[in-house]
């Protein structure tokens, strides 16, 4: 989901357990869509991409699932480990936006050892 | 490959100085982007770049300027700063396809 406010939504799960991060989207025009991690510190890293002529897409240990009549993205992560604690965000390129993307303000994931 | 480049990494400015921000990529990339972010607010478009030469704004452009002289490199430019402007800048560049590549971030104070 997004934050309105100045702390980020967390979510906390155990270690060794599946991770789903969910976003909202907010243009039924979007056609490319993007999860990207951010560490402490450091630059959002790209995680996997899907196109709106998708439904899911797999990578290693890791599952984006696109509903477009629910304008809904989500992140599932399999066997969280201790390295996947950071902060989440969901990108969305609306067709016709002159190369510019949109990003959601991010949650927080913490995995408890 | 560095990929994309920040310099600097920190910096603390007086209220009123000026400074530059250089973001520098070798990918060969023709669009490049600078954002700021902040607690609670996601990354948000300053100015960005879809090609040498070329400049627009984006969606908080007041009281930044940006120059991309070269392919390669896209400067930001604080010309007088302001307490408002202590953030975390990232640069981003990316290929004709949407997946943007960030660099590592400058952390700007403002006294």
């Known amino acids: 989901g997004e934050s309105v406010g100045l702390h980020l939504p967390t979510l906390s799960v155990q270690e060794g357990d599946n991770s789903i991060i969910n976003c909202a989207y907010s243009n039924s025009a979007s056609d490319y869509f993007i999860w990207y991690k951010q560490e402490s510190g450091k630059g959002p890293q790209f995680i996997i991409d899907?196109?709106?002529?998708?439904d899911k897409r797999q990578g290693q240990r890791v599952t984006v699932l696109l509903n477009k009549t629910v304008k809904h993205l989500s992140l599932q992560i399999a066997a969280t480990q201790p390295g996947d604690s950071a902060v989440y965000f969901c990108a969305e390129n609306m067709r016709g936006a002159n190369s510019k993307l949109t990003f959601g303000k991010g949650i927080t994931l913490s995995v408890r050892p | 490959n560095a990929g994309v480049t920040q310099t600097p990494k920190f910096r603390v400015l007086k209220t009123g100085q000026s400074m530059t921000l250089l973001c520098a990529q070798d990918?060969?990339?023709?669009?490049m982007y600078w954002y700021r972010q902040d607690p609670g607010m996601g990354l948000r478009l300053i100015h960005y770049?879809?090609?040498?030469?070329?400049?627009a704004k984006g969606e908080v452009p007041d009281g930044y300027n940006v120059s991309r002289l070269k392919k390669q490199n896209f400067l930001l430019g604080l010309e007088s700063a302001a307490p408002s402007q202590t953030s975390v800048y990232f640069c981003a560049s990316r290929p004709g396809a949407p997946r943007q590549f960030f660099g590592p971030g400058t952390r700007l104070t403002v006294l």
């Open positions: 899907i196109r709106s002529n998708m």
């Open positions: 990918m060969n990339h023709e669009y």
């Open positions: 770049s879809v090609g040498e030469g070329t400049t």
